[in-house]
Nanobody, 129 residues
Framework: QLQLVESGGGLVQPGGSLRLSCAAS????????VAWFRQGPGKERELIAC????????YSLDSVKGRFTVSRDSIKKIIDLQMISLKADDTAVYYC??????????????????????WGQGTQVTVSS
């Protein structure tokens, strides 16, 4: 059973930076597509970025392109989300998630949160002065 644990959240001033990490354990990590989501106050959970089994990275939110960078270390089983130039609108609970896509193309990334079966507990990011 795959388990995901996020860390690195906190309070940061506008324009600041944070690095979130997601550590995976259990399961066969290579069969999973992993992703970062976030859910702001009163908002639906939204997909930020996806890292496929093949190592491809795609960003789904236009508002974070150029500011957020996701990386995957398959040996250490860590998925990082580096965030710079943070804005108040980035305030949210950030989640990492995984989907077993072993029977799909190595470049496949599910587009819906419902397609991700494994979730971390979430880490709060608050951007405020």
């Amino acid at each position: 059973q795959l388990q995901l644990v996020e860390s690195g959240g906190g309070l940061v001033q506008p324009g600041g930076s944070l690095r979130l990490s997601c550590a995976a354990s259990g399961g066969i990590f290579s069969v999973y597509t992993v992703a970062w989501f976030r859910q702001g106050p009163g908002k639906e959970r939204e997909l930020i970025a996806c890292v496929t089994r093949g190592g491809g990275i795609s960003y789904s939110l236009d508002s974070v392109k150029g500011r957020f960078t996701v990386s995957r270390d398959s040996i250490k089983k860590i998925i990082d989300l580096q965030m710079i130039s943070l804005k108040a609108d980035d305030t949210a609970v950030y989640y990492c998630a995984a989907s077993n896509t072993g029977l799909r193309s190595a470049s496949y990334c599910p587009s819906s949160a419902q397609d991700f079966s494994y979730w971390g507990q979430g880490t709060q990011v608050t951007v405020s002065s």
